[in-house]
């Protein structure tokens, strides 16, 4: 898979995944708090964030399995610095990489347009919710309540990993950083 790329899309994949792995380790410690207060749909609101560097390195690098091993690293990172999950924070993020590496693969990695940043973000936000469906006991409740989980699971995978991904790109490219990745020559930021 990794054949074809170049060593700065292998380093830029690299720090975006560390980068992102603090991240979201961060965000569990919000959502904690915030769950405290609401109970589990707490993170629904907030999931997005755990997408989005698969979705900023996928739109950036513009490769085949860009949006996937970002994911899986940022996840396998976060492991390391504590997650308190464990080694199974790998697996959700090979489920949630996944999910959004579908949306590429569907257009051909062809197209980076804000609707396929966005399903992307939409597919991270299924595929993760199926896994914690089954492994999260959400069959315990209620189905209305599960639909309300899943509609704002997918809403915060659209806008906040999706739109997010793409405004924080995009701002990264007019810094001048991204010169010389499949962004940047593409000569204007599609959208």
Do not use: C
Request: hydrophobic fraction near 60%; avoid cysteine.
């Amino acid at each position: 898979m990794l054949k074809s790329w170049k060593l700065k899309e292998i380093v830029l994949l690299a720090i975006l995944s560390v980068v992102f792995a603090v991240v979201y380790l961060a965000f569990v410690h919000v959502g904690n708090l915030w769950a405290g207060l609401i109970g589990p749909i707490a993170y629904e609101w907030i999931f997005g964030i755990w997408f989005i560097v698969s979705i900023i390195a996928a739109y950036i690098i513009r490769r085949p399995g860009a949006a996937f091993l970002s994911e899986v690293l940022a996840a396998t990172i976060e492991m390391m610095i504590g997650n308190a999950i464990g080694p199974r924070i790998i697996l959700v993020g090979i489920i949630q990489g996944l999910g959004a590496e579908a949306a590429f693969a569907v257009t051909g990695y062809k197209r980076y347009d804000l609707w396929v940043l966005m399903l992307a973000g939409f597919g991270a936000a299924a595929t993760s919710f199926a896994y914690t469906y089954v492994m999260g006991g959400l069959v315990a409740l209620s189905p209305t309540y599960v639909a309300t989980m899943f509609a704002l699971r997918a809403t915060s995978g659209m806008l906040i990993a999706g739109l997010g991904g793409k405004i924080l790109s995009d701002l990264l490219l007019r810094t001048g950083a991204l010169e010389g990745y499949a962004l940047a020559r593409k000569g204007r930021v599609h959208g």
